[in-house]
């Protein structure tokens, strides 16, 4: 059975709800309380397999990004098993001091410990991210108004 909550009442799901929205840069040392040391981890960007390699992961994210932040909406929970829809919120550092929301979903795999040992995200790079560019924002939009326009 699958059991849908705006909040988890699991023990795993909710602390680690917790983590990722009171995440701060002093906290990436502390994600081996969250991740297995091995941990299959994909998002567009990234594809690695330790525990040192996803903390490299947050620690860029926390110097390319101003104030990044996660709000979790939504869990999905069976087993071992865990899907949370999120928005990530932040500035970009070298572009537009805007506000940014990019809206994506993180399915989640827990081993025998409790620990995450598979995160794999999902989010539209192109949509959430390229067209918030500036320069290349223009191309992607441009872009997507092409394929848009080519339906059969």
Not at 9 to 34: K, M, Y
Request: glycine fraction near 4%.
């Amino acid at each position: 059975m699958t059991v849908v909550l705006p909040r988890s009442t699991d023990p795993r799901v909710a602390r680690l709800i917790v983590f990722f929205e009171t995440l701060r840069p002093g906290d990436v040392a502390s994600l081996g309380d969250h991740y297995a040391e091995q941990v299959d981890f994909k998002d567009p960007f990234n594809e690695v397999h330790t525990l040192a390699d996803v903390q490299a992961v947050f620690r860029h994210m926390f110097e390319a990004l101003n104030e990044p932040r996660f709000v979790v909406h939504d869990v999905l929970l069976q087993g071992d098993q865990c899907m949370l829809t999120w928005d990530f919120v932040f500035r970009f550092k070298r572009f537009s001091a805007e506000v940014q929301t990019v809206r994506g979903a993180s399915h989640l795999r827990f081993d025998a410990q409790g620990k995450i040992s598979w995160h794999r995200d999902y989010w539209d790079a192109a949509e959430e991210l390229y067209e918030k560019l500036p320069v290349v924002g223009g191309l992607m939009r441009w872009l997507k108004r092409q394929a848009r326009d080519q339906r059969v």
